[in-house]
T-cell receptor, first 109, second 114 residues
Framework: GDQVEQSPSALSLHEGTDSALRCNFT?????VQWFRQNSRGSLISLFY????TKENGRLKSAFDSKERRYSTLHIRDAQLEDSGTYFC??????????FGAGTKLTIKP | DPKIIQKPKYLVAVTGSEKILICEQY?????MYWYRQSAKKPLEFMFS???????DNQTASSRFQPQSSKKNHLDLQITALKPDDSATYFC?????????????FGSGTRLLVI
């Protein structure tokens, strides 16, 4: 079955607002990586986490260190350039990462 | 400078033909991968290679064959192309194939089979 479940599938925000995206895993994961896919289709790595939290500017990500069954991506003060599709991808210990279905984020003025 | 080069960026092919998608990485990584993204599905894992050896294959069809002529190359040969093969194919790499390595993706090859 699906190992990586992303929510919501789509999200529309006004500039300046905050929100959070979530990934749930059906099994314990060793690591998680968050990507943004822009309008040209390029996959840009945002965060890689084996545990804990990381922050970069207005973005912050957390990986549940206890159960290792979910991760979140927080967007603070959303800007137009944050629009895109956000993917989480997780590794449960084999030679690949498995992607979620993505969250399509639209930022409105 | 792009650290993973995929060529070509766009490719139109006729049903039944054969094409090779090129991938080269300049990150000094030891593991390389192919993923596929079609319009109706999320990014799907296809192959993983570590030190030029196949580690995992989740592609049902033998029409897809990776080729690793050098450590930093992992090309993808697709034979007997079908319209359903139309998708964007992404190459990726990581330092090692273990869970404690993050992945870098190329910009993809967008394939259209007519």
């Amino acid at each position: 079955g699906d190992q990586v479940e992303q929510s919501p599938s789509a999200l529309s925000l006004h500039e300046g607002t905050d929100s959070a995206l979530r990934c749930n895993f059906t099994t314990t994961m060793r690591s998680v990586q968050w990507f943004r896919q822009n309008s040209r289709g390029s996959l840009i790595s945002l965060f890689y986490l084996a545990s804990g939290t990381k922050e970069n500017g207005r973005l912050k990500s957390a990986f549940d260190s206890k159960e290792r069954r979910y991760s979140t991506l927080h967007i603070r003060d959303a800007q137009l350039e944050d629009s895109g599709t956000y993917f989480c991808a997780a590794n449960y210990g084999n030679e690949k990462i498995t992607f979620g279905a993505g969250t399509k984020l639209t930022i409105k003025p | 400078d792009p650290k993973i080069i995929q060529k070509p960026k766009y490719l139109v092919a006729v049903t039944g033909s054969e094409k090779i998608l090129i991938c080269e990485q300049y990150l000094g990584h030891n593991a390389m991968y192919w993923y596929r993204q079609s319009a109706k599905k999320p990014l799907e894992f296809m192959f993983s290679y570590s030190y030029q050896k196949l580690m995992d294959n989740q592609t049902a069809s033998s029409r897809f064959q990776p080729q690793s002529s050098k450590k930093n190359h992992l090309d993808l040969q697709i034979t007997a192309l079908k319209p359903d093969d139309s998708a964007t194919y992404f190459c990726a790499s990581s330092q090692e194939s273990t869970p404690n390595s993050d992945y870098t993706f190329g910009s993809g090859t967008r394939l259209l089979v007519i």
